[in-house]
């Protein structure tokens, strides 16, 4: 049986109340190196609060969240029952990269300087050193000539672009990607997830909330259906059809992933 040391990210139990309001419901998930795991499901399914509640943007009410086999919290009933170090917490954080629906980054900094910002800040990276390793990770999604312009100039692809740049300036193991396209127009989506495509190809472990059934079909390895809170279903990504994968009806996925079984081996 694998133990947590064998993870890069585990849930276990984890729930997320507001009020009376129950929006992750016993949500357990085990997360190895180099997997590529898309959530799909509703709008108000959990997938966006169960991402925030990794990188504690959202504090969990119950449950364990392990980040590579070291417990980073532990709660119940909304009261903290353990927690490691604020100082190991925090380079325990620093691994996890994320990128939001929307790009935040500072209007009034370069495209370069949002980029080297987190390290020499967070960090305390030498200036120089974290100059060229920008222009590196710039040139790697394909604005390296852009360094130099303000985010008002670029494109809603080409700022996503740069926010996933100055993602992995921090050097994570891990990126979580929160409907990195869906305030793209259609035609500027494809560069970003060719950029996400490429970091998985690398061997990054990611989780990616999506609603790009393509995507999930080339690149995931796993695909986990919420609805109300709950992972209703998960299916490995070579047992899916790809006809399911095509069909934007999430009601309709989970009917066929539900007549599938949790541990057939019949595909959908």
């Known amino acids: 049986m694998e133990n947590q040391e064998a993870f890069m990210l585990e849930t276990q139990h984890v729930s997320k109340h507001y009020g009376k309001l129950e929006v992750l419901k016993d949500i357990n998930l085990q997360v190895k190196k180099g997997e590529v795991i898309c959530l799909i499901g509703p709008s108000g399914a959990g997938k966006s609060t169960y991402l925030r509640s990794l990188n504690q943007l959202e504090t969990i009410t119950g449950g364990k969240i392990f980040i590579k086999g070291h417990l980073l919290l532990h709660r119940e009933h909304d009261h903290t029952v353990e927690r490691i170090d604020k100082k190991t917490q925090q380079q325990l954080l ?3 990269g994320m990128c939001f629906q929307r790009f935040n980054l500072f209007p009034h900094k370069t495209v370069l300087d949002n980029v080297m ?5 967070v960090k305390h990276e030498d200036k120089e050193q974290v100059r060229q390793e920008a222009l590196t990770l710039l040139d790697r999604v394909g604005l390296k000539s ?29 990126m979580l990607f929160d409907e990195p396209t869906s305030a793209l127009d259609p035609e500027l989506v494809g560069e970003v997830l060719n950029v996400m495509k490429d970091l998985a190809s690398e061997g990054m472990t990611m989780l990616c909330v999506t609603h790009e059934m393509g995507f999930a079909k080339e690149v995931c390895n796993r695909v986990l259906f919420m609805a109300d809170g709950y992972i209703i279903e998960e299916a490995e990504i070579h047992r899916i059809k790809p006809a399911a994968l095509l069909v934007h009806d999430h009601h309709q996925i989970v009917r066929r992933l539900h007549h599938r079984g949790r541990h057939a081996d019949a595909s959908v």
Do not use: F, T, W
């Not at 910002?117 to 800040?121: K, V």
């Not at 809603?156 to 994570?172: E, N, T």
């Open 117 to 121: 910002m987190s390290p020499i800040i």
């Open 146 to 174: 852009k360094a130099d312009e303000y985010p008002n100039r670029l494109s809603g692809g080409q700022q996503q672009r740069v926010a996933i740049a100055r993602a992995l300036a921090m050097k994570p193991e891990i």
């Open 94 to 96: 620093l691994e996890m």
